[in-house]
């Protein structure tokens, strides 16, 4: 069981770039990994956990994408959820307090996993029957921990794929309320400042205590905002 403390502010981008260096620093003949999750998204979540997710599934996209020399490329995106903030996608029942959520998307353009597979593979020691193309062996259970991880933050992981096209994982975290004191800087449009004291606890409440509303306040709905690489 994963026990998570109540989560802070964090740059998404710190730890997207943090993510790619590790996985950059452990592997050779790597897709071309691009980071476009801008230095000003923001969300609540454990730091050190979340950046495992991304290891994890940056991981697994460059073990089935080809290298960069042979045009494999691997993007990490994060999109704003609401379309008043400047995203596609939507949050079911997420009303008053999580319309600046993010959604965060690691999009390769590698092998595909078949529909059929989709579930099988969050499950532990096991593959999509899809053939490496880097040296390093799987222990089979990175998808699995990134699947904890992520529900334990009350959110889903989602996944969106086609066989010989490539493969994004997805997922949402709430982003801070924008707040007087916190004002977005200019050409941040679609991404929420700060919060203050006065709205921390709500949304601790609503994200962190054991309620058996979690899942209608806040749910994964669909990879529109990984559309656009």
């Not at 099988?120 to 193309?133: G, H, M, R, W």
Request: aromatic share 8%.
């Amino acid at each position: 069981k994963i026990g998570l403390s109540i989560p802070i502010s964090n740059s998404l981008h710190k730890a997207s770039a943090e993510a790619i260096a590790v996985i950059s620093e452990a592997k050779k003949d790597l897709p071309l990994i691009v980071n476009k999750v801008p230095e000003s998204a923001m969300a609540l979540f454990e730091y050190k956990y979340i950046q495992r997710v991304l290891e994890n599934l940056l991981s697994n996209a460059v073990k089935y994408t080809p290298k960069a020399e042979e045009g494999g490329k691997v993007i990490i995106k994060a999109s704003p959820l609401s379309p008043e903030e400047g995203g596609t996608g939507t949050l079911p029942g997420s009303e008053g307090w999580a319309e600046g959520g993010l959604q965060l998307c690691v999009i390769d353009n590698g092998q595909g996993i078949p529909k059929e597979k989709f579930e099988e593979i969050f499950l532990p020691f096991t593959n999509p029957d899809a053939k490496s193309l880097g040296s390093a062996k799987s222990v089979g259970i990175g998808l699995t921990f990134c699947k904890t991880i992520v529900e334990a933050h009350g959110s889903r992981i989602g996944i969106a794929s086609e066989v010989g096209k490539g493969s994004t994982f997805y997922f949402d975290l709430p982003a801070p309320l924008a707040s007087e004191s916190s004002p977005k800087e200019k050409g941040d449009k679609g991404w929420a400042g700060g919060f203050s004291l006065m709205q921390k606890k709500p949304i601790y409440s609503l994200l962190w205590h054991k309620s058996k509303h979690l899942p209608k306040i806040y749910r994964i709905g669909s990879s529109a905002n990984c559309s656009k690489a």
